[in-house]
Nanobody, 123 residues
């Protein structure tokens, strides 16, 4: 699976961006998918995950501001980001993989990664 992100850019605090991630094949129902970000000098961190049953999970810092969704007809994953903060700045990556774990502790083992799109939030 090849993944290509787009939609990044520069925005002021409080603004919004929608990131897109187009997959070379359908990921719906087969893979778990997610968004990660990496700020300069920091490790990559998970932002949002969507499982094959459309359930989602978010990092605490983005809950209520970010929404992950899929358009299955377009093989596209989205990340709607609202009320952006300076600390949201970073390179954003989409990823796809296989879910594992229990219904109480679901995880995603990511095998496929995009090249990333830069998001810069300034005051």
């Amino acid at each position: 699976v090849q993944l290509v992100e787009s939609g990044g850019g520069a925005v002021q605090t409080g603004g919004s961006l929608r990131l897109s991630c187009v997959a070379s094949e359908s990921t719906y129902g087969s893979y778990c998918v997610g968004w990660f970000r990496q700020a300069p000098g920091k490790e990559r961190e998970g932002v949002a995950t969507m499982f094959s049953d459309d359930s989602t999970s978010y990092q605490d810092s983005v809950k209520g501001r970010f929404t992950v969704s899929q358009d299955n007809a377009k093989n596209t994953l989205y990340l709607q980001m609202n009320s952006l903060k300076i600390e949201d700045t970073g390179m954003y990556f989409c990823a796809a993989g296989i879910s594992y774990g229990t219904i109480w502790d679901r995880r995603c083992a990511y095998n496929y990664w995009g090249q990333g799109t830069q998001v810069t939030v300034s005051s």
